[in-house]
């Protein structure tokens, strides 16, 4: 017996769980999702994911499949019958379901699913030792605030990143970095400024970014919101970049340039400590 999911109203066990073949978000990528980390048994920025997840479906015309408080009941139902102590919850909501056709009629009913992974979150070697990210060329729709479940422009670059031999890309539009494929892309300055793009469609409103972002105000730390070019980042003091999944992870390679002396800043280290702190994780 697997885990146990959250499909459509009934928790039931991950074999036993079915899409319908008219799905739109099988048949037409026509869904949200949100990631929520877990860690130490403790939803980790959760009320940022939800505030997410509702301002995506509101994006997209679709209705919420529960309220926001039901929703959140749900995950702590689905840690709860899975034992989840560390790892991740994912939630998925499709338009609904109806025979194939571009046009969707208003009275669809949405979809949500839910589902844990397990995974180590903290300690991990990326955030001991720092990870390379490769530079692509954006290839994604032009609405990447909304957190779609189109993802196979981020697979394919994550793919062929790895094949190269890194461990991440970072995604380049019209010379200037937009983001990682699943993380938000910062770096640091050799006078302490932290560099982020500001909130636009060219990007996703990371949760563990602003999460962050409110954590350096209180430290008055600066973090400036721009755009940057991979020739910038490859100069830059440090560079990190941050997600639900990888926390405050370290980039200590950019392309074929290593960043600063290869290793992961101070600046960063405090950033990571800073996070953890928050999350309360022993650090």
Aim: hydrophobic share 45%; charged share 25%.
């Amino acid at each position: 017996m697997g885990r146990i999911v959250y499909i459509h109203g009934q928790f039931v066990p991950e074999e036993e769980a079915r899409i319908g073949l008219f799905d739109r978000g099988f048949l037409f990528g026509d869904a949200i999702y949100e990631v929520t980390a877990v860690i130490n048994g403790r939803m980790i920025d959760n009320d940022l994911h939800l505030a997410r997840l509702e301002r995506s479906v509101g994006e997209l015309a679709i209705p919420l499949p529960l309220p926001m408080e039901e929703i959140a009941a749900v995950q702590m139902e689905l840690m709860a019958r899975n034992g989840l102590r560390d790892g991740t919850i994912y939630l998925h909501v499709s338009r609904g379901e109806a025979d194939r056709d571009f046009f969707y009629s208003d009275g669809l009913a949405p979809r949500l699913v839910g589902f844990t992974q397990a995974k180590v979150l903290t300690g991990t070697k990326g955030q001991r030792e720092g990870i390379s990210v490769d530079l692509a060329e954006d290839p994604r729709w032009q609405r990447r605030d909304i957190k779609t479940a189109m993802l196979l422009g981020q697979v394919m670059a994550k793919q062929a990143a790895r094949a190269r031999g890194f461990d991440d890309v970072w995604l380049v539009e019209g010379g200037l970095v937009t983001e990682g494929a699943s993380a938000t892309a910062h770096v640091i300055t050799a006078d302490g400024r932290i560099l982020t793009r500001a909130a636009s469609q060219a990007t996703l409103p990371g949760c563990t970014q602003r999460a962050l972002a409110r954590l350096c105000a209180a430290e008055g730390l600066t973090i400036e919101e721009r755009a940057f070019s991979p020739e910038e980042a490859q100069g830059a003091a440090e560079a990190f970049q941050t997600s639900a999944s990888s926390l405050v992870m370290p980039v200590v390679r950019i392309g074929e340039c290593t960043v600063g002396d290869g290793r992961p800043g101070p600046m960063t280290r405090k950033l990571q400590a800073l996070y953890l702190e928050a999350a309360g994780v022993p650090v």
